[in-house]
């Protein structure tokens, strides 16, 4: 079966400090991964994909993701965080079924 | 530019009302989805169009719910008599066509439509 895992509901990192968030799917497959953030009352934005090749993709606002085969991940991470970086954010696989699947989320929040 | 635009923001209706909702993708996507996120989650898949076409829908989507892309380009989606369990954001969003025959699966979101069902 196709599922993607964010396993951490809640996340609270210090403006400056690094950050972290987990992603992982199940499927027989390497499937297309995206990165979205969802600021409150907005709407989705792409922060980065994977489709193949080098697996330490850069998006945008400095935000980077690693994929891992052998761990079937796909973890965002980002060197310093901003007070503006407080968001949801939320992995989503392509299974090959011509939609994204979106994880439950996790939701970010700074302290100053 | 502009990006996939959804109208209302913002509807709050009565149990048993029909609501509607319109989005307009941009222009040059001929790819329409439409996704439902109730608080809390992530989005869930409700349907797409390819075109004017309507290639998939959720089991989600029950016979209440019914959405039209009639010439291929804005889209609507009606819930008919409401229900509190309907109150959501639905979300808009739309994308290049596959080429040759594979969809990259890049979606481009609207602002959403929250509904409130009372």
């Known amino acids: 079966a196709q599922s993607v895992t964010q396993p951490d509901i809640h996340i609270t990192v210090s403006e400056g400090a690094s950050l972290e968030l987990r992603c992982n799917y199940s499927?027989?497959?390497?499937?297309?991964l995206f990165w979205y953030v969802q600021s409150p009352g907005q709407g989705l934005q792409l922060l980065l994909k994977?489709?193949?090749?080098?697996?330490l993709v850069q998006g945008i606002k400095g935000f980077e993701a690693e994929f891992k085969r052998s761990q079937s991940s796909f973890n965002l991470r980002k060197p310093s965080v901003h007070w503006s970086d407080a968001a949801e954010y939320f992995c989503?696989?392509?299974?090959?079924?011509?939609?994204?699947?979106f994880g439950t989320g996790t939701r970010l929040t700074i302290i100053p | 530019d502009t990006g996939v635009s959804q109208d209302p923001r913002h509807k709050i209706t009565k149990r048993g009302q029909n609501v509607t909702f319109r989005c307009d993708p941009i222009?040059?996507?001929?790819?329409l989805y439409w996704y439902r996120q109730t608080l809390g989650q992530g989005p869930e898949f409700l349907t797409y169009?390819?075109?004017?076409?309507?290639?998939?829908k959720s089991r989600l989507l029950s016979d209440r719910f019914s959405a039209e892309r009639p010439k291929g380009s804005f889209s609507t989606l009606e819930i008919q008599r409401t229900e509190q369990g309907d109150s959501a954001m639905y979300l808009c969003?739309?994308?290049?066509?596959?080429?040759?025959?594979?969809?990259?699966?890049?979606?481009?979101f609207g602002e959403g439509s929250r509904l409130t069902v009372l």
């Open positions: 969003a739309s994308s290049e066509p596959p080429d040759r025959g594979l969809w990259a699966g890049e979606l481009f």
């Open positions: 994977y489709f193949s090749g080098d697996t």
């Open positions: 499927y027989g497959a390497t499937p297309y």
């Open positions: 989503a696989p392509h299974f090959g079924n011509e939609k994204l699947t």
């Open positions: 222009s040059e996507h001929n790819r």
């Open positions: 169009f390819q075109n004017e076409a309507q290639l998939e």
